[in-house]
């Protein structure tokens, strides 16, 4: 069983930067793929980025350029650092991984194991 554990949220000025981690048990990161989602008050969740087990990575267009997907095979953990903040990217973010929808790596959906999520609020 996949278990995701999520860290490095937290408060930040806008303009700030935060660096949210997400160690993995039950499955070998570096096999699979792996990514973030967010969900912000009264609005659907929605990707982030995402990494292949071959090290492709996917961002939405809102946070190309200042966030980076990253993993570390040795600890088994997958990486998201955010530069330059904006109060819209306040939100809680997901981990995930076992991705089941070929070409579906924008699509909540299509992911079947998530974490239990981590608060990041931008302040302006």
């Known amino acids: 069983q996949v278990q995701l554990v999520e860290s490095g949220g937290g408060l930040v000025q806008a303009g700030g930067s935060l660096r949210l981690s997400c160690a993995a048990s039950g499955r070998t990161l570096s096999y699979s793929n792996s990514g973030w989602f967010r969900q912000a008050p009264g609005k659907e969740r929605e990707f982030v980025a995402a990494?292949?087990?071959?090290?492709?990575?996917y961002y939405a267009d809102s946070v190309k350029g200042r966030f980076i997907i990253s993993r570390d095979n040795a600890k088994n953990t997958v990486h998201l650092q955010m530069n330059s903040l904006k109060p819209e990217d306040t939100a809680v973010y997901y981990c995930?991984?076992?991705?089941?929808?070929?070409?579906?790596?924008?699509?909540?959906?299509?992911?079947?194991?998530w974490g239990q999520g981590t608060q990041v609020t931008v302040s302006s």
């Open positions: 995930v991984t076992d991705l089941k929808v070929v070409g579906g790596i924008g699509v909540p959906t299509s992911w079947t194991a």
């Open positions: 990494m292949t087990s071959s090290t492709s990575t």
